[in-house]
């Protein structure tokens, strides 16, 4: 098994930076594809970024793409999740969660969920 703890999140005005992280204790990081998912009030859980245990291949969801960065240290246990040019619509609680398999984009693929963390950008 894997734990996972999630910071990083806080208030923010569009057009501005957050970056996300994941530390994760138990069984072995690198064991583990990584996922981020947010979700809005009243709004399903969505997959916003991915990566697989090497950390070579990166996957985003369409409206992400070029302004966030997903990224992990395996030797420090640690997941990143680099946001950049935020927008209201970006308003989420995000989670990190971990899988044995490759990156999914379905959240109940996943079998470790951390807590969350709220990210909030204002207009």
């Known amino acids: 098994q894997v734990q996972l703890v999630e910071s990083g999140g806080g208030l923010v005005q569009a057009g501005g930076s957050l970056r996300l992280s994941c530390a994760a204790s138990?069984?072995?990081?690198?064991?583990?594809?990584m996922g981020w998912f947010r979700q809005a009030p009243g709004k399903e859980r969505e997959f916003v970024a991915g990566i697989m245990r090497s950390g070579i291949s990166t996957y985003y969801a369409d409206d992400v793409k070029g302004r966030f960065t997903i990224s992990r240290d395996n030797a420090e246990n640690t997941g990143y999740l680099q946001m950049n040019s935020l927008k209201p619509d970006d308003t989420a609680v995000y989670y990190c969660?971990?899988?044995?398999?490759?990156?999914?984009?379905?959240?109940?693929?996943?079998?470790?969920w951390g807590q969350g963390t709220q990210v909030t950008v204002s207009s």
């Open positions: 138990g069984r072995t990081f690198s064991s583990y594809a």
């Open positions: 969660a971990a899988r044995s398999s490759g990156v999914g984009y379905r959240a109940s693929s996943y079998n470790y």
